[in-house]
């Protein structure tokens, strides 16, 4: 029987009756173990906890490090959201009393924790700023921790036989490396007769938030499914990994991907796009397991499978991806000819200070262009660093999109320019054009006013003659 390694994104398990219909209760009822689910928290939630992902918008991480006295009502907030989310789930008063005493009990020693913290800080000799990484990892621990309890309460009350796997190391005095969390958690596990249900976040020793950040639920799922030697890894999304964002060019116009590889994965990572963090692919690809992602709510679609291996047999792009709200920092100077290298490396100090994802570069003899992602308060701060550090230099930062032409195997040149005709016969002028010696990617620096338009030409471009053929029905005869 093929053993599973399964992770449920955040928007699925909102929807939980279609977890429960569509995956859990899937298989026939003898085939419904040798699977562990791996559960992120329900959508918004760690949103709420440390910050919106999309907007930055604080959540009561950010409300701490900011000493802002809101974080306790903030907090207060987030716990009337996860006990009314228990109220829709549980209809049962007896197991809505349990998880609502689990998660209020949660919430009240988060608070109780932080309050002391910030009471110790009050003294000279102790920094927040030195606790702040801690207080990020057990408050992302909270939804993860909520959502697999709930889960396991509601398959124990229809008859399965599951178990509440917590990694987050709520109760836990000294911290293991993941691997060993991991190894230890499933040593008693017997994955024939038990459902193990995993939260998302797992502490350990090397601190997944401060390491992989807000890709910490992957690479708990991937670790897990190297380390039990999983036959496949499976992750359920809300919808399917496709030619291009369906919100921006319509559903009824993108085709899912049925096959791809680890590459092409890895191009669709350093984008944002959310198909599998890159070290959590990394895990799969060395262990040479094949990754499905799924639809939640598309049961019978086989998805899109991603291997080591596969190689399309012609030139084909395969999707259509982009990042917006992309900072392009650029900086000439004429004196820079022979010394480029220690420029270079004196700006990626800047970056890495200033806690900015670096998603690009290109470079001349005189000149340099980094494209950056993160919050505009940390990407000025980049900014005014450059300029102090080179005042001799022209230095320009403005907002950009960066739009991908993606396949395990394209002819870059020819991508590249049907892309550009594609773009100006939208009367879109590219900044910037980029293409790769891998042959699994073109790249297009548009505007970041042009990044839907551009996306929708680009996706024409490529896909017109692949979209679904829809028959018409033949005339009625008429009697």
């Not at 409300?63 to 974080?71: E, M, N, P, Y």
């Not at 124990?156 to 990694?167: E, H, M, S, T, W």
Request: one cysteine or more; a negative charge.
């Amino acid at each position: 029987m093929t053993y599973t390694v399964e992770k449920i994104g955040g928007t699925s398990m909102t929807a939980f009756d279609a977890v429960l219909d569509n995956i859990i209760l899937r298989p026939a009822e003898n085939d419904r173990y040798n699977r562990v689910f791996v559960v992120s928290a329900y959508g918004g939630m760690t949103d709420s906890l440390l910050e919106c992902k999309k907007t930055s918008k604080p959540g009561v991480y950010q409300l701490i490090a900011k000493r802002d006295d809101g974080w306790q009502e903030a907090l207060s907030y987030l716990e009337q959201r996860m006990l009314l989310t228990n109220e829709h789930m549980f209809a049962d008063p007896m197991s809505r009393h349990r998880a609502d005493k689990f998660i209020r009990s949660r919430i009240a020693e988060a608070k109780n924790c932080i309050s002391n913290i910030l009471e110790t800080c009050e003294y000279g000799q102790f920094s927040l700023r030195h606790y702040l990484p801690q207080i990020r990892e057990f408050l992302a621990s909270i939804g993860e921790a909520h959502s697999a309890f709930n889960t396991v309460l509601k398959l124990k009350n229809i008859g399965l036989n599951a178990r509440f796997v917590d990694l987050s190391g709520w109760t836990t005095n000294t911290p293991k490396s993941l691997d060993e969390s991991i190894r230890d958690a499933f040593a008693g596990i017997d994955v024939t007769k038990e459902l193990p249900i995993v939260t998302g976040y797992a502490s350990c020793s090397e601190g997944l938030m401060s390491t992989y950040d807000r890709g910490y639920s992957e690479i708990t799922f991937s670790r897990i499914a190297a380390i039990t030697n999983a036959d496949l890894a499976i992750i359920h999304k809300e919808y399917h990994l496709s030619s291009a964002d369906p919100r921006v060019v319509g559903p009824d116009k993108v085709l899912p991907i049925g096959k791809t590889n680890y590459d092409v994965a890895d191009q669709l990572a350093n984008l944002g796009m959310e198909a599998i963090h890159p070290n959590a692919a990394a895990g799969l690809r060395d262990k040479n397991i094949e990754l499905q992602i799924k639809n939640t709510f598309e049961p019978e679609h086989p998805g899109t499978l991603i291997s080591n291996d596969y190689q399309s047999s012609k030139d084909k792009i395969e999707i259509i991806a982009g990042k917006e709200k992309v900072f392009a920092l650029h900086l000439f100077d004429q004196g820079m000819v022979g010394n480029v290298d220690n420029v270079s490396y004196d700006l990626m100090e800047i970056i890495a200070d200033a806690h900015v994802s670096l998603i690009g570069k290109e470079m001349n003899a005189n000149s340099i262009t980094y494209y950056l992602g993160g919050s505009s308060e940390n990407l000025n701060k980049v900014l005014y660093k450059a300029e102090k550090k080179y005042p001799q230099a022209e230095i320009k930062g403005r907002m950009v999109a960066l739009i991908s032409a993606i396949g395990a195997q394209i002819d870059t040149n020819k991508a590249l320019a049907q892309g550009v005709f594609a773009l100006l016969n939208q009367d879109i002028t590219p900044v910037a054009l980029h293409s790769s010696m891998r042959n699994v990617n073109v790249q297009f620096v548009v505007s970041d006013k042009e990044y839907q338009q551009a996306i929708f030409a680009l996706h024409q471009e490529f896909f017109a003659d692949r979209q679904p053929k829809i028959s018409k029905p033949k005339p009625q005869k008429v009697a």
